[in-house]
Structure formats: structure tokens, C-alpha cells
């Protein structure tokens, strides 16, 4: 196993150990403890919290360790608390949540894209629908999930606004968290859906702007009328 491996690793048990509770608001780390129980030196250790820092999920005290702050102070948008807040509790209220960022989101950015996209990518959005049409009609979500990775984050990127585009991977933990969930009526994909991708490439290829802002619009509220159906725990909580 790689040394990047070994850290990743060892950050994600961490990083998890903090989102689910298992490490509440006010325990501590310290490198000692983190040596001993991952049998790694203290230089990896100390990289670790470092990174846990960065993304608020502790706070560095001297003579007390790594301290656990509390989920008010994490940084709600990076990807690495995202990704373990999701692997903790994938049907949690934080999928809820990104699910209404998206919707406020990116059917702007789409109509965006319509107006500013270039013409490779456009050509790239139709290539990459008509690959999620495909892959996904013989399989299930995670089937296509690379392509809707691309392709939903072609579409920010598309947009030419930099703030759009930094929630890039954003989406893509969003998009990867939902194909983790794996009963059998979650998973399959929807012909109405696949083909709105299509219909929304086609949208901005020919730039349509109204059309793909909609299109984006009815997509993501596929979404949230899945979780809706499914009870989804605190996304119905107000």
C-alpha cells in the first residue's frame, strides 16, 4: 500500500469518526493517539489533523491535542466532509440539503451554458447524454455514474461563471452518494430522466436558453420527488 493510500485511508476513518459522532463536539485527538491506533508515524499523523483543520472539523490546542469542533463549523461545501457526512449517513438530512443547492443551482448554471458554452463543449455535453442514455438503459445508476459525473460538471464548468464551476465537486460526491444507495427502485433509472439529459445537451448545443434551464429543472426535481416518495429523513423536516 502507497503512503498517499495509507493517509487517505486513515484521514477517511478519521473524517468519519468525527461526522457520525463517534468523536463528539469537545473530545480530543492527539497524535499519540492517532499513532497508536493506525500504526503510523508522526509525521502522517500530524498531516492528517492538519487536513482535518483545514475543513473545520477540529481545532489544534496546545497540551490538549486536536480538538472536535462542532458540525457549525465545518466547511459545509468541501467534498471531503460532504463524502463522509454521506458514507456516515447516506440517507441523512445532508443529502436533503445538497439536494436543494442543486436545484437552486444548476438550472441557472445551465442557462448559463446555453448563452457561453464553447462549441467543444457542446459537442462534449451531447456525447456524454447520449452516453448516459445508453449505459443507463441496461443498468443501474452506478452504471452511467461517471458519465453524469462529466456531464453534470461539464455543464458548470460550461456556464464560464467560477462560482458554478467550484461546485464541481460538489455535485460529484452528491451524484456518487446517491448511487451508493442501492435498493432496487432507487436504482433504476428513469427513461424520462436519461432522455432529459439528452434533450438539455441538445438545449445548449443549440442554445436554448430557457429550454435547458428547464430541462436542468426537471431533472433535479426527479431527484427530490425520489427522496420525497422516499420519506427521506430530514429532507421533510420543514
Excluded at 122 to 133: F, H, P, S, V, Y
Excluded at 136 to 144: F, I, L, N
Excluded at 165 to 177: N, P
Aim: charged share 25%; aromatic share 4%.
Amino acid at each position: 500500500m502507497t503512503s498517499s493510500v495509507r493517509r487517505g485511508d486513515i484521514l477517511d476513518a478519521l473524517g468519519r469518526a468525527i461526522v457520525s459522532g463517534k468523536l463528539r463536539p469537545g473530545e480530543s485527538l492527539t497524535l499519540d493517539d492517532i499513532q497508536s491506533q493506525h500504526g503510523i508515524s508522526r509525521t502522517l499523523a500530524r498531516d492528517c489533523v492538519r487536513t482535518l483543520e483545514s475543513v473545520g472539523l477540529v481545532e489544534s490546542r496546545r497540551r490538549v491535542g486536536a480538538m472536535v469542533r462542532p458540525p457549525a463549523d465545518w466547511a459545509a461545501l468541501s467534498p471531503l466532509v460532504i463524502r463522509w457526512q454521506l458514507d456516515a449517513d447516506p440517507e441523512g438530512p445532508k443529502f436533503g440539503a445538497l439536494t436543494e443547492l442543486r436545484a437552486a443551482v444548476e438550472p441557472v448554471a445551465a442557462a448559463a451554458a446555453a448563452r457561453r458554452a464553447t462549441e467543444a463543449q457542446r459537442l462534449e455535453l451531447l456525447r456524454l447524454a447520449n452516453t448516459i442514455r445508453e449505459q443507463g438503459s441496461t443498468g443501474s445508476v452506478a452504471s452511467y455514474l461517471d458519465a453524469d459525473i462529466a456531464f453534470h460538471s461539464l455543464v458548470l464548468t460550461a456556464s464560464q461563471n467560477d462560482t458554478f464551476a467550484a461546485l464541481t465537486e460538489v455535485v460529484a460526491e452528491v451524484l456518487s452518494g446517491r448511487a451508493r444507495l442501492a435498493d432496487a427502485p432507487w436504482q433504476s433509472p428513469k427513461p424520462q430522466a436519461l432522455e432529459l439529459h439528452v434533450r438539455l445537451a441538445e438545449a445548449i448545443a443549440a442554445g436554448r436558453v430557457e429550454q435547458a434551464e428547464q430541462h436542468m429543472r426537471e431533472i433535479v426535481a426527479e431527484v427530490r420527488e425520489v427522496l420525497l416518495d422516499r420519506g427521506l429523513r430530514g429532507f421533510l423536516a420543514t
